[in-house]
């Protein structure tokens, strides 16, 4: 070329060939000709904007910069190659901008000052679908020649003519096969004034800053200190944007931007296609703007600066509390708007992002789909399949969980029947999407799924239970995370159809060592064995095993919170022996144990289990019967916080007669091996555990111990 011509900062690669070919006076041909670019792109049948403007070729690039003398790597920057997969997407081939992805957009939008400056030359980024300001003179970027009406840099300029930068160069009204140009003054475009640090400019700049990242991240709050890919943050924010365009109205909007640019918008809406659009009016959907860019700077402007607030709040609550009016507004269009559907309103969306959508709509879903979609701790997780933590869960729940979790009337009494199953079961739709149904099935349990609805509805109409679910969606990211050391769902199916555990003989001959009269049912300590192995309920066990409705099953809990400790110690030996058979290497029981901190401020009906400790409660038995009643009002807690607590730790209540009869039976062993092994005599013994040489006679007797003749022995010590 003849001289050298630098191109502006940010200025487009075709307006730069423009500006070359009018400063040495000569048609555009001649350029393109110089440069080795063709005069028509073979793949069009028009004369439409060339593919080199949009991503040029390594080769046109060389060819470029041979002749003018500009590096490759300016020339590349003046095309929309380096906004490709990010603010545009590139059609793979075609080199053309995919227009129903990322909002991307024919022709060019432009700032009549800034063209005044330059002389006619063109950013780059007023091609993107997301410019609509000029933040340096403060106005929105004008879309059409007010003249002919067109959009400017839909097609190339006319090969055969002279460039005069700063001119339409579209094709004039008066129509025909050869049109002359329009040639309107640009930069006497009527322009809409923004405030000067506004909302709008504020947005843009927000936008302007994500696009010159180098590392193409939007770190905008909602997405944390790391931020968000730039295509997934730009995605977002199309989605937001088409639902402020297609649901929104003018008076949601007032807060957003000024009356004139609302003006501007409100007629936008009426005819939202130009009447020189490219598009037949036939074409337009109810959802246009989810596939297409808008045709004006002002609805863009608004679109973007309504959904900017949103992905600008500090957190997910503050996202789902900014974006429920637009929520709102979807489903007062009657379309159906349910939290797994929310990605569908707007297209794909950050997981973030549909988190947020998810938790405005809490108010107005079904609760047990607050479950599904934990919207309680604002979880960016849809529902997926978690049957896995049936395995990790108990048929009834974990009494310290069922005693935190379980609403009770005001007289005590639970406010649903076998509330721990209906828990268990809510626990294992956290997250889940398996049926109500199907969860029951896993669980092994026999409750309907409509007593499981029914009670999740009930927890959230209850104020003393505003945060059981909260609790619920906790407690099954713990077992998702950390897993269990047992594994329910081997031992129901290993023993649930059991009806013996333990050897009535066994248990009878300790009840003959405990108890004179009054010993309980063989039948409870099978149960309870059974409870204890499985966490099922004993209703749930063998027929012959499982205890009828009403008064036996009262019997059973009787029986769980007035065991001895002799007693639990037997059955407790009984099911590790029985685990062990079956080579089963798992502790008997356990219970999950999350952080204290993490339901510190919860708002649950039952009082923590450890607010009482084993201590408080062994000195508070009284010796002999008691009322459970007038425990609980001693320990000033609940009879169901009791009733767990001595269920879980049993305490020796029998009169003293029986209790001293217990702890024989208990230190019996260590008797024997004193005196056989030890050779200790009856009195050293009596002496050690102070007690009567009576009663270690006795004993010994009783459970056929043979005594040794009285008498000297070899080796035996003289009391002194």
């Not at 191109?7 to 440069?35: I, M």
């Not at 048929?395 to 979790?405: T, V, Y």
């Not at 009337?409 to 398996?434: F, I, M, Q, W």
Request: charged share 20%; net charge positive.
């Amino acid at each position: 070329m003849p001289i050298r011509f630098a191109p502006y900062p940010g200025e487009a690669l075709d307006s730069w060939l423009e500006a070359f070919a009018a400063r040495l006076s000569c048609p555009f041909t001649d350029v393109l000709g110089a440069l080795g670019l063709p005069n028509r792109d073979p793949t069009a049948a028009a004369p439409v904007l060339p593919r080199w403007t949009t991503s040029a070729t390594p080769d046109e690039l060389a060819a470029i910069t041979d002749v003018t003398g500009v590096a490759a790597d300016v020339l590349k920057a003046m095309t929309l190659l380096p906004y490709d997969g990010h603010a545009v997407e590139i059609v793979p081939g075609q080199r053309r901008v995919h227009r129903q992805a990322l909002w991307g957009r024919a022709g060019s939008r432009f700032c009549p000052a800034c063209l005044a400056e330059t002389g006619g030359r063109w950013q780059l980024t007023w091609r993107l679908g997301w410019s609509f300001a000029c933040t340096r003179h403060h106005i929105l970027l004008a879309d059409r020649c007010p003249a002919c009406l067109r959009t400017p840099r839909l097609r190339s300029h006319p090969r055969r003519e002279i460039p005069r930068p700063g001119l339409c160069s579209s094709a004039a009204l008066s129509g025909g096969p050869r049109p002359r140009r329009c040639h309107h003054p640009l930069t006497d475009t009527p322009v809409t004034a923004l405030t000067p640090g506004g909302a709008l400019e504020e947005t843009q700049r927000l936008i302007e800053t994500a696009l010159a990242a180098p590392d193409r991240t939007a770190r905008w709050p909602l997405y944390g200190t790391a931020g968000m890919p730039l295509r997934t943050a730009l995605r977002d924010l199309k989605s937001l944007g088409a639902l402020v365009l297609n649901h929104a109205t003018n008076a949601d909007l007032h807060t957003v931007a000024p009356g004139e640019v609302l003006e501007r918008l409100e007629q936008y809406w009426t005819n939202p296609l130009s009447a020189r659009s490219q598009r037949h009016p036939n074409t337009q959907r109810s959802d246009v703007h989810s596939y297409y860019a808008p045709d004006d700077a002002a609805a863009t402007a608004v679109a973007t600066t309504a959904a900017l607030r949103i992905l600008c709040a500090a957190d997910i609550p503050a996202a789902a509390d900014a974006a429920r009016w637009l929520t709102e507004r979807v489903a007062a269009s009657g379309r159906p708007l349910y939290p797994a559907g929310v990605a569908s309103v707007g297209g794909t969306l950050s997981p973030v992002l549909e988190a947020a959508l998810r938790c405005s709509r809490e108010s107005q879903i079904m609760p047990v789909y607050r479950l599904r979609h934990r919207t309680a701790i604002h979880s960016t997780r849809a529902p997926a399949n978690h049957d896995a933590r049936a395995g990790m869960l108990l048929a009834g729940l974990w009494p310290e969980w069922a005693l935190l979790l379980s609403p009770r009337h005001p007289n005590g009494r639970p406010a649903a029947k076998r509330t721990d199953e209906l828990l268990a079961v809510a626990c294992l739709l956290v997250g889940n999407s398996t049926s109500i149904q199907a969860a029951i099935r896993l669980i092994g349990t026999t409750i309907t799924s409509h007593n499981v609805s029914t009670l999740i509805a009930d927890l959230t109409r209850r104020s003393d239970c505003a945060d059981v679910l909260h609790a619920l969606i906790l407690l099954a990211g713990h077992l998702d995370q950390h897993g269990t050391p047992i594994d329910y769902a081997r031992r129901r199916a290993l023993f649930t159809n059991q009806t013996r555990f333990i050897d009535p003989r066994c248990w009878n001959g300790l009840q003959h060592r405990l108890r004179s009269t009054g010993a309980p049912d063989v039948a409870h300590a099978q149960r309870w064995i059974f409870h204890t192995l499985t966490g099922s309920p004993p209703h749930l066990a063998h027929p012959d095993l499982a205890p009828a409705a009403g008064a036996p099953r009262q019997q059973y809990q009787r029986f769980r919170w007035r065991i001895l400790p002799a007693e639990a110690d037997l059955l407790t030996h009984t099911a590790q022996a029985i685990l062990e058979e079956h080579g089963i290497d798992e502790p008997l029981q356990w219970t999950p144990q999350l952080p204290a901190h993490a339901l510190r401020r919860l708002t649950l009906p039952g009082p923590a289990p450890d607010s009482i400790t084993v201590a408080q409660l062994h000195e508070a038995v009284p010796g002999g019967d008691f009322s459970i009643a007038q425990l609980a009002r001693t320990l000033n807690t609940t009879t169901a916080h009791v009733i767990c607590l001595l269920s879980q730790h049993p305490v020796d209540w029998s009169p003293p007669r029986f209790r001293r009869t217990q702890h024989t039976a208990t230190r019996l062993e260590q008797w024997r091996a004193w005196y056989e092994r030890d050779r200790l005599s009856l009195q050293d013994i009596a002496d050690r555990e102070g007690t009567s040489l009576a009663t270690v006679r006795l004993a010994f007797l009783k459970n056929g111990v043979p005594l040794r003749p009285a008498g000297s022995y070899p080796g035996r010590p003289r009391r002194k």
